[in-house]
């Protein structure tokens, strides 16, 4: 909830200084693009800390079961490489070419055959 109530005041603190001071307030998703990019280190931090955490508590539940800290382990690598090695900017770019990769197929008729 403070990491909320943080970006909620950061926002009011930069709409307010701007407006102040006389200068063009930046779009909401120039400002929600430029918190993320603060946050990013954060949000990879806090992922690796999940990672860890999946990890030890299926082992201690399993009393460490090979297959499900196996698992455990296979989870939280997928977790980690989404996170903080551009997997999910892979998999968005991967979907944005497939579906601007190509142009749509469009065939016009004359006028007498509509």
Not at 23 to 36: F, G, P, Q, R, Y
Not at 66 to 73: D, F, G, N, Q, R
């Amino acid at each position: 909830m403070s990491a909320l109530l943080t970006i909620a005041t950061d926002l009011t603190a930069h709409s307010t200084a701007a407006i102040s001071h006389g200068m063009v307030v930046a779009s909401v998703s120039d400002t929600a693009n430029t918190l993320i990019a603060n946050w990013t280190g954060v949000i990879q931090g806090a992922a690796v800390l999940v990672a860890i955490v999946i990890v030890v508590v299926t082992a201690v539940k399993t009393r460490l079961a090979i297959a499900s800290t196996t698992l455990s382990v296979v989870v939280a690598g997928i977790l980690l490489w989404a996170v903080t090695a551009d997997g999910l900017g892979w998999f968005s770019n991967s979907i944005d070419q497939e579906v601007t990769g190509s142009p749509a197929i469009v065939e016009l008729l004359p006028i007498d055959q509509v």
